[in-house]
């Protein structure tokens, strides 16, 4: 077994976005309140640890109302507020503005007080804009929705006692347990996804959480240089090549060997990237032949992997490819 190769897709997935978490702010408001935030990189993530608020964003028609325990990521700029947008301030103006809830002397005695936590998740690599397509403009999760509930409030006590106590090897903690948090509602929008029986736009990540498919694709990220046929990959999961080719597409948009192609030339920026001559990166990626591999590339991406290795391609132009 290949021990570079995590136990499941979504694993392998998630280590190759290489995930980071920042902490942005820990805040405490009484009404009126209001902030606004400007686009930033990756993805905003706003948890109400106490009290309610709403969020607008000009990506979307209505304004998303949150209240405790509720969690929400945010693409894009966006407004946060009280409800009643009667105060609105520049993010990079609260400073003077803002109470810390770990200094006041007994911030819950205070009615109508909301306490939010804000992070930013960014992500790297030409999957990334998937991950944003499956989640959407704004994707919230409320706090009593399915069984991620006690999930996402134990994790929440973990942030705020972190975020709260800045202690040694804080910031290194705080990020590992945010990244937990990611995965966890990842799980929740996912399932709440396919339980509704909605399509996400077409997407790679909606396979990875299919059950009756979920053993083909980890076949594909497990070997990508193997010789796939349909047959072979519907024998892994007990399916007729028909049924099996039917279903991997409807559920990940694509054929199971377009699928196979992608992941392979995923894994091929990555070799690209750590300087393997493009011969090896050939190899590995299961191309007999470097010319072979070259024109599969261009394919799917729309440059060589000359041009790929050398920079001279931003990752977000070949993201909308996948």
């Known amino acids: 077994m290949n021990s570079e190769v995590p136990a499941d897709p979504l694993s392998d997935v998630l280590r190759r976005l290489r995930l980071r978490a920042q902490f942005e702010k820990r805040m405490f408001f009484t009404a009126p309140w209001g902030v606004r935030v400007p686009t930033g990189p990756g993805i905003c993530f706003v948890l109400v640890g106490r009290g309610s608020c709403s ?4 990506s979307i028609e209505d304004a998303v109302a949150l209240s405790s325990g509720d969690v929400a990521l ?3 700029s966006f407004e946060l507020h009280d409800g009643t947008r009667r105060r609105l301030v520049p993010l990079a103006e609260l400073k003077a503005e803002i109470k810390s809830p770990c200094s006041q002397s007994n911030p ?14 960014s992500f790297e690599g ?10 959407g403009p704004v994707c919230h999760i409320r706090s009593d929705e399915e069984d991620s ?4 409030q134990s994790i929440f006590r973990l942030i705020s006692h972190e975020a709260c106590l800045q202690r040694p090897g804080s910031e290194f903690a705080y990020s590992r ?3 937990l948090y990611f995965v966890q509602f990842l799980r ?3 399932k709440r996804h396919l339980s509704a029986g909605r399509a996400c736009s077409h997407t790679f990540m909606r396979v990875l959480f299919d059950t009756q ?7 594909i990220h497990r070997n990508p240089e193997r010789d796939w046929s349909v047959a072979e990959l519907a024998a892994t999961v007990s399916m007729s090549r028909t049924a099996f080719a039917v279903r991997f597409s409807e559920v990940a948009g694509i054929p199971p060997l377009a699928y196979v192609t992608r992941w392979r030339m995923m894994r091929a920026t990555e070799l690209l990237e750590d300087g393997l001559t493009l011969q090896d990166v050939a190899s590995r990626v299961g191309y007999e032949s470097e010319a072979a591999f070259a024109r599969a590339f261009k394919r799917e991406f729309g440059v060589s992997p000359g041009a790929y290795r050398r920079g001279g391609v931003a990752v977000r132009e070949l993201a909308g490819a996948i």
């Open 55 to 58: 969020i607008e964003s000009p």
């Open 74 to 76: 945010i693409s894009g």
């Open 108 to 121: 819950e005695s205070i009615p109508g007080a909301t306490w939010l936590l804000m992070a930013r998740f």
């Open 126 to 135: 030409p999957m990334a804009d998937s991950v944003l397509s499956m989640l």
């Open 149 to 152: 509930a006690l999930w996402l």
């Open 177 to 179: 347990i945010m990244e």
């Open 188 to 190: 929740a929008v996912m």
């Open 213 to 219: 498919l979920s053993k083909s694709v980890e076949m």
